[in-house]
């Protein structure tokens, strides 16, 4: 059947009917002003050995695809994700990284085989369109009907099963990941564990009064003599865990910086916060939570000569005579201040001990909900 610009004015759906569908759909373009330039197959005789490597080329991206969402749903159930103190397995540290990383493997070669397909196996057209807004007729519904249908054998879906196999498979992981991660960060819950931190009062390791010691990542205590005036030094609670035949501390909320101010630096505490330093009449030595209290990077820069904490990440910096107080950057909060104390060790010597666990939040996000 002639399609002439005349005949296509005067086509019916009955017309319509008689044609193959991709005689319907040049027709539909043209009804709707699209005038296809160029039309071409990337392979004129479908099945040969070229088509048929370039098929298994852009399935192999997808199923890479789909195996990396698979690998992502692997890791975040089984690779360790517990923080623990240097000394110990630090295998925790793989974890971010690898759902990081399966998750960009599994969405670049998901996007690599949809362009790869498109540009290898789908026909190179051209097309022209001038825009236009009517009602849609009958015969406007059969000429969009065509047009889907040829764009689907366009795409070689139903007489290649291989490649429709891994899209399959990638698009379920795609699905699927999301729904891993958000339903699995909700299975156990977290009870009080987001309010506390380990300096939190033991009496059962820690007899009579239950102080948790201050030390250093060896485990070793810390004193009023182990840091020059200026000096800084990150520390933790001395309480061990035992972890795959290992001790430490498992809880990552716990890394507090401790502070030693220079001759003649004075605090301006906060509100209820004037006797948590040491000595607490007229403190020398300050402990406020490492955890950023904007995105929870370590805020470990300290600046001697301007008393700033400062952020690497985003650079909030806290004014450390301000009792943490952020005056510059993203974060919103004081950083959170530790209670300190001073006990005498089985060796006579003054050491380091938090008298309560931290009052405030740590760390960013979950708590600005308060």
């Known amino acids: 059947m002639s399609t002439t610009e005349s005949d296509k004015e005067a086509a019916t759906a009955e ?29 004129p005789i479908a099945g040969t050995k070229a088509e048929k490597r370039v098929e298994r080329a852009v399935a192999l991206t997808f199923a890479i695809s789909g195996l990396a969402g698979l690998g992502f749903i692997v890791a975040f159930v089984a690779l360790p994700y517990k923080w623990h103190l ?19 493997v599994m969405m670049i070669f998901l996007g690599v085989g949809l362009v790869l397909w498109a540009k290898w196996l789908m026909p190179e057209e051209e097309a022209v369109q001038e825009r236009h ?24 879906l139903p007489r290649r099963s291989l490649i429709l196999r891994t899209l399959g498979l990638a698009g379920g992981a795609v699905a699927t990941v999301p729904l891993v991660a ?15 931190t380990l300096f939190r009062p033991n009496k059962a390791l820690f007899p009579p009064n239950g102080h948790v010691p201050l030390v250093f990542e060896n485990f070793r205590r810390i004193g009023p003599d182990d840091l020059e ?41 906060r509100k209820g916060q004037a006797g948590w330093g040491w000595p607490a009449n007229n403190p020398e030595f300050l402990a406020f939570s490492k955890i950023c209290t904007h995105a929870g990077c370590p805020a470990s820069l ?23 107080k952020p005056v510059f950057g993203p974060a919103s909060r004081s950083l959170p201040k530790l209670p300190l104390g001073v006990e005498i060790g089985d060796d006579g010597r003054q050491y380091f001990v938090a008298l309560s666990d931290y009052h405030e939040a740590i760390g960013p996000a979950f708590w600005e909900r308060r």
């Open 15 to 43: 017309d319509l009917r008689e044609l193959s569908p991709e005689e319907v759909m040049l027709a539909g373009a043209d009804a709707d002003d699209v005038h296809i330039v160029h039309r071409r197959n990337r392979f």
């Open 86 to 104: 240097p000394g110990t397995p630090q295998n925790f540290r793989f974890y971010t990284p690898a759902l990081g990383g399966l998750l960009a």
């Open 133 to 156: 807004d009517v009602p849609s007729s009958e015969e406007d519904k059969l000429m969009t009907e065509a047009t889907l249908l040829v764009g689907l054998e366009d795409t070689g």
């Open 182 to 196: 958000l339903v699995g960060g909700m299975i156990k819950k977290p009870g009080d564990q987001l309010l506390h």
């Open 229 to 269: 005036p200026g000096g800084l030094a990150t520390v933790f609670p001395g309480i061990r865990e035992q972890v795959n035949g290992y001790t430490g501390v498992t809880d990552a909320s716990s890394p507090t910086l401790l502070i030693r101010l220079r001759p003649g630096q004075k605090v301006q505490a």
């Open 302 to 324: 300290y600046e001697q000569q301007t008393s700033r904490l400062l952020c690497p990440c985003h650079q909030s910096q806290f004014e450390v005579l301000s009792d943490a």
